[in-house]
Nanobody
Framework: QVQLVESGGGLVQAGDSLRVSCVASGLFFSTYAMAWFRQAPGKEREFVAAISWNDGSTYYADSVKGRFTISRDNARKTVYLQMDSLKPEDTAVYFC??????????????????WGQGTQVTVSS
């Protein structure tokens, strides 16, 4: 069945780096736009970054631009989120999401219909 499995979360200190990964199964990965969203306690799920399925274009939330990098490896059916210069406000559960042939509206949770279970990232001050 179609599945997204995140890994790589953990507890780090402010200023540290961390890379989270999302492995897909059961889908034709190269035809799917991939994205990362996050949700902090008591807050709505918010867009973090996305990468297109066709030309590798990347998109970022203003809050992470210049610090986070999204990338994909179609051969490994994996999308990565490299997080540098982490801040306590980056603390959240990070979710991987996928949508086939998606164009535009990467920022909206409603654009994605396949979700992983999430991985916790905690940044201490």
């Amino acid at each position: 069945q179609v599945q997204l499995v995140e890994s790589g979360g953990g507890l780090v200190q402010a200023g540290d780096s961390l890379r989270v990964s999302c492995v897909a199964s059961g889908l034709f990965f190269s035809t799917y736009a991939m994205a990362w969203f996050r949700q902090a306690p008591g807050k709505e799920r918010e867009f973090v970054a996305a990468i297109s399925w066709n030309d590798g274009s990347t998109y970022y939330a203003d809050s992470v631009k210049g610090r986070f990098t999204i990338s994909r490896d179609n051969a490994r059916k994996t999308v990565y989120l490299q997080m540098d210069s982490l801040k306590p406000e980056d603390t959240a559960v990070y979710f991987c999401a996928a949508r086939q042939y998606l164009r535009g509206t990467y920022y909206d949770t409603a654009s994605f219909h396949i979700w992983g279970q999430g991985t916790q990232v905690t940044v201490s001050s």
